[in-house]
T-cell receptor
Framework: AQKVTQAQTEISVVEKEDVTLDCVYETRDTTYYLFWYKQPPSGELVFLIRRNSFDEQNEISGRYSWNFQKSTSSFNFTITASQVVDSAVYFCALSRGNAGNMLTFGGGTRLMVKP | GAGVSQTPSNKVTEKGKYVELRCDPISGHTALYWYRQSLGQGPEFLIYFQGTGAADDSGLPNDRFFAVRPEGSVSTLKIQRTERGDSAVYLC???????????FGPGTRLTVL
Protein backbone atom coordinates (compact mmCIF):
# COMPACT_ATOMS: atom_id res chain seq x y z
CA ALA A 1 0.00 0.00 0.00
CA GLN A 2 1.11 3.52 -0.69
CA LYS A 3 0.92 6.36 1.78
CA VAL A 4 1.87 10.04 1.79
CA THR A 5 2.25 12.02 5.00
CA GLN A 6 2.36 15.79 5.23
CA ALA A 7 2.88 16.36 8.92
CA GLN A 8 2.46 20.14 8.76
CA THR A 9 -1.25 20.86 8.49
CA GLU A 10 -0.81 24.62 8.55
CA ILE A 11 2.13 27.01 8.23
CA SER A 12 2.06 30.76 8.58
CA VAL A 13 4.94 32.97 7.41
CA VAL A 14 5.52 36.61 6.70
CA GLU A 15 6.16 37.68 3.14
CA LYS A 16 9.75 37.24 1.94
CA GLU A 17 10.46 34.43 4.39
CA ASP A 18 11.59 31.07 3.04
CA VAL A 19 9.37 28.12 3.86
CA THR A 20 9.76 24.35 3.46
CA LEU A 21 6.83 21.98 3.16
CA ASP A 22 7.60 18.43 4.21
CA CYS A 23 6.46 15.26 2.47
CA VAL A 24 7.22 11.70 3.52
CA TYR A 25 6.03 8.74 1.51
CA GLU A 26 5.75 4.98 1.82
CA THR A 27 5.78 2.53 -1.06
CA ARG A 28 7.05 -0.95 -1.80
CA ASP A 29 7.57 -0.15 -5.46
CA THR A 30 11.02 0.46 -6.85
CA THR A 31 9.60 2.59 -9.65
CA TYR A 32 7.26 5.38 -8.68
CA TYR A 33 6.53 9.05 -9.25
CA LEU A 34 6.26 11.93 -6.80
CA PHE A 35 4.25 15.09 -7.37
CA TRP A 36 3.42 18.44 -5.85
CA TYR A 37 0.15 20.23 -6.55
CA LYS A 38 -1.03 23.66 -5.42
CA GLN A 39 -4.68 24.30 -4.54
CA PRO A 40 -5.37 28.05 -4.27
CA PRO A 41 -8.58 29.39 -2.71
CA SER A 42 -10.29 29.05 -6.09
CA GLY A 43 -10.08 25.29 -5.58
CA GLU A 44 -8.44 24.08 -8.78
CA LEU A 45 -5.42 21.83 -8.31
CA VAL A 46 -2.40 23.17 -10.18
CA PHE A 47 0.37 20.79 -11.19
CA LEU A 48 3.81 21.93 -10.02
CA ILE A 49 6.26 19.08 -10.52
CA ARG A 50 6.68 15.37 -11.17
CA ARG A 51 9.80 13.38 -10.33
CA ASN A 52 10.51 9.72 -10.93
CA SER A 53 12.14 7.49 -8.37
CA PHE A 54 15.36 7.17 -10.36
CA ASP A 55 16.05 10.87 -10.49
CA GLU A 56 17.23 12.23 -7.17
CA GLN A 57 18.56 15.46 -8.54
CA ASN A 58 17.17 18.49 -6.81
CA GLU A 59 15.18 20.80 -9.01
CA ILE A 60 14.78 24.55 -8.97
CA SER A 61 12.16 26.54 -10.81
CA GLY A 62 12.24 30.22 -10.01
CA ARG A 63 11.45 30.60 -6.31
CA TYR A 64 10.47 26.94 -6.00
CA SER A 65 12.86 24.09 -5.28
CA TRP A 66 12.39 20.43 -4.49
CA ASN A 67 14.62 18.10 -2.49
CA PHE A 68 14.11 14.38 -3.17
CA GLN A 69 15.89 12.01 -0.79
CA LYS A 70 15.23 8.32 -1.27
CA SER A 71 17.18 7.42 1.86
CA THR A 72 14.59 9.18 4.02
CA SER A 73 11.62 8.71 1.63
CA SER A 74 11.10 12.43 1.52
CA PHE A 75 10.24 14.91 -1.20
CA ASN A 76 10.30 18.35 0.37
CA PHE A 77 9.27 21.59 -1.29
CA THR A 78 10.84 24.97 -0.54
CA ILE A 79 9.51 28.36 -1.51
CA THR A 80 12.13 31.10 -1.37
CA ALA A 81 11.12 34.68 -0.61
CA SER A 82 7.47 33.77 -0.19
CA GLN A 83 4.75 36.04 -1.54
CA VAL A 84 1.11 36.52 -0.58
CA VAL A 85 0.10 34.81 -3.85
CA ASP A 86 1.78 31.64 -2.59
CA SER A 87 -1.00 31.26 -0.02
CA ALA A 88 -2.72 27.98 -0.83
CA VAL A 89 -2.99 24.36 0.20
CA TYR A 90 -0.13 22.28 -1.16
CA PHE A 91 -0.47 18.56 -1.77
CA CYS A 92 2.26 16.00 -2.18
CA ALA A 93 1.23 12.89 -4.11
CA LEU A 94 2.63 9.52 -5.14
CA SER A 95 1.83 7.18 -8.00
CA ARG A 96 3.12 3.79 -8.98
CA GLY A 97 5.43 3.49 -11.95
CA ASN A 98 2.86 1.74 -14.10
CA ALA A 99 0.76 3.50 -16.67
CA GLY A 100 -2.39 5.21 -15.54
CA ASN A 101 -1.92 4.71 -11.88
CA MET A 102 -3.92 6.87 -9.59
CA LEU A 103 -2.41 9.49 -7.37
CA THR A 104 -2.25 8.90 -3.64
CA PHE A 105 -2.38 12.30 -1.96
CA GLY A 106 -1.19 13.49 1.39
CA GLY A 107 -3.50 15.47 3.62
CA GLY A 108 -2.12 18.78 2.42
CA THR A 109 -0.35 21.71 4.06
CA ARG A 110 -2.13 25.04 4.23
CA LEU A 111 0.38 27.84 3.70
CA MET A 112 -0.58 31.34 4.74
CA VAL A 113 1.75 34.14 3.68
CA LYS A 114 1.03 37.38 5.46
CA PRO A 115 2.06 40.76 4.07
CA GLY B 1 -5.85 25.77 -24.87
CA ALA B 2 -8.86 24.98 -22.73
CA GLY B 3 -8.32 23.06 -19.54
CA VAL B 4 -10.45 20.37 -17.95
CA SER B 5 -13.99 21.60 -17.40
CA GLN B 6 -16.62 20.23 -15.05
CA THR B 7 -20.31 20.88 -14.81
CA PRO B 8 -22.15 21.82 -12.76
CA SER B 9 -19.81 23.74 -10.48
CA ASN B 10 -22.24 23.25 -7.62
CA LYS B 11 -24.98 20.70 -7.12
CA VAL B 12 -27.38 20.56 -4.20
CA THR B 13 -29.62 17.55 -3.95
CA GLU B 14 -31.74 15.73 -1.44
CA LYS B 15 -30.90 12.44 0.17
CA GLY B 16 -32.00 9.55 -2.01
CA LYS B 17 -31.86 11.43 -5.31
CA TYR B 18 -29.82 10.58 -8.39
CA VAL B 19 -27.10 12.93 -9.67
CA GLU B 20 -24.84 13.13 -12.70
CA LEU B 21 -21.57 15.04 -12.78
CA ARG B 22 -19.89 15.81 -16.09
CA CYS B 23 -16.24 16.14 -17.04
CA ASP B 24 -14.78 17.47 -20.30
CA PRO B 25 -11.09 16.56 -20.48
CA ILE B 26 -8.40 18.48 -22.30
CA SER B 27 -8.75 17.81 -26.01
CA GLY B 28 -6.64 14.86 -27.10
CA HIS B 29 -6.11 13.48 -23.60
CA THR B 30 -6.72 9.75 -23.57
CA ALA B 31 -6.66 9.13 -19.82
CA LEU B 32 -9.32 10.47 -17.48
CA TYR B 33 -9.58 10.20 -13.70
CA TRP B 34 -12.19 10.94 -11.05
CA TYR B 35 -11.28 11.84 -7.48
CA ARG B 36 -13.31 12.91 -4.46
CA GLN B 37 -12.12 15.51 -1.98
CA SER B 38 -13.75 15.87 1.40
CA LEU B 39 -13.31 19.05 3.40
CA GLY B 40 -9.81 19.44 4.77
CA GLN B 41 -8.47 16.31 3.11
CA GLY B 42 -6.50 15.35 0.05
CA PRO B 43 -8.28 14.00 -3.02
CA GLU B 44 -9.06 10.29 -3.08
CA PHE B 45 -9.07 8.24 -6.26
CA LEU B 46 -12.34 6.87 -7.56
CA ILE B 47 -11.92 5.58 -11.13
CA TYR B 48 -9.59 5.80 -14.14
CA PHE B 49 -10.47 5.53 -17.83
CA GLN B 50 -8.13 4.76 -20.67
CA GLY B 51 -10.12 5.58 -23.78
CA THR B 52 -13.67 4.35 -23.35
CA GLY B 53 -12.99 1.64 -20.83
CA ALA B 54 -12.70 1.85 -17.06
CA ALA B 55 -9.18 0.54 -16.48
CA ASP B 56 -9.33 0.82 -12.70
CA ASP B 57 -12.48 1.38 -10.65
CA SER B 58 -11.04 0.20 -7.35
CA GLY B 59 -11.72 3.53 -5.66
CA LEU B 60 -15.47 3.57 -6.15
CA PRO B 61 -16.88 3.32 -2.61
CA ASN B 62 -19.90 1.13 -3.44
CA ASP B 63 -22.26 0.17 -6.23
CA ARG B 64 -24.19 3.43 -5.98
CA PHE B 65 -21.33 5.03 -7.87
CA PHE B 66 -20.85 4.47 -11.58
CA ALA B 67 -18.99 6.30 -14.34
CA VAL B 68 -18.99 6.15 -18.11
CA ARG B 69 -16.95 7.56 -20.97
CA PRO B 70 -18.78 6.26 -24.04
CA GLU B 71 -16.81 8.05 -26.76
CA GLY B 72 -13.46 8.32 -25.05
CA SER B 73 -13.80 12.02 -24.32
CA VAL B 74 -16.51 13.36 -21.99
CA SER B 75 -17.14 11.37 -18.83
CA THR B 76 -20.12 11.28 -16.50
CA LEU B 77 -19.98 10.21 -12.87
CA LYS B 78 -23.35 8.93 -11.69
CA ILE B 79 -24.42 8.57 -8.09
CA GLN B 80 -27.63 6.77 -7.20
CA ARG B 81 -29.58 7.11 -3.96
CA THR B 82 -27.32 9.85 -2.69
CA GLU B 83 -26.43 9.95 0.99
CA ARG B 84 -25.27 12.85 3.13
CA GLY B 85 -21.83 11.26 3.30
CA ASP B 86 -21.48 11.69 -0.47
CA SER B 87 -21.14 15.44 0.03
CA ALA B 88 -17.70 16.44 -1.25
CA VAL B 89 -15.94 18.08 -4.16
CA TYR B 90 -15.68 15.72 -7.10
CA LEU B 91 -12.58 16.36 -9.17
CA CYS B 92 -11.84 15.22 -12.69
CA UNK B 93 -8.36 15.05 -14.17
CA UNK B 94 -6.98 14.13 -17.57
CA UNK B 95 -3.59 13.30 -18.98
CA UNK B 96 -2.24 13.08 -22.50
CA UNK B 97 -1.43 9.42 -22.05
CA UNK B 98 -1.62 7.21 -19.01
CA UNK B 99 2.09 7.85 -18.42
CA UNK B 100 1.79 11.63 -18.19
CA UNK B 101 0.99 14.04 -15.39
CA UNK B 102 -2.64 14.72 -14.58
CA UNK B 103 -4.31 18.11 -14.99
CA PHE B 104 -7.31 18.81 -12.84
CA GLY B 105 -10.59 20.56 -13.43
CA PRO B 106 -12.21 23.02 -10.98
CA GLY B 107 -14.42 20.33 -9.46
CA THR B 108 -18.11 19.94 -8.73
CA ARG B 109 -19.16 20.65 -5.17
CA LEU B 110 -21.92 18.18 -4.29
CA THR B 111 -24.07 18.84 -1.25
CA VAL B 112 -26.59 16.22 -0.18
CA LEU B 113 -29.19 17.57 2.23
Amino acid sequence: AQKVTQAQTEISVVEKEDVTLDCVYETRDTTYYLFWYKQPPSGELVFLIRRNSFDEQNEISGRYSWNFQKSTSSFNFTITASQVVDSAVYFCALSRGNAGNMLTFGGGTRLMVKP
Amino acid sequence: GAGVSQTPSNKVTEKGKYVELRCDPISGHTALYWYRQSLGQGPEFLIYFQGTGAADDSGLPNDRFFAVRPEGSVSTLKIQRTERGDSAVYLCASSLTSFDEQFFGPGTRLTVL
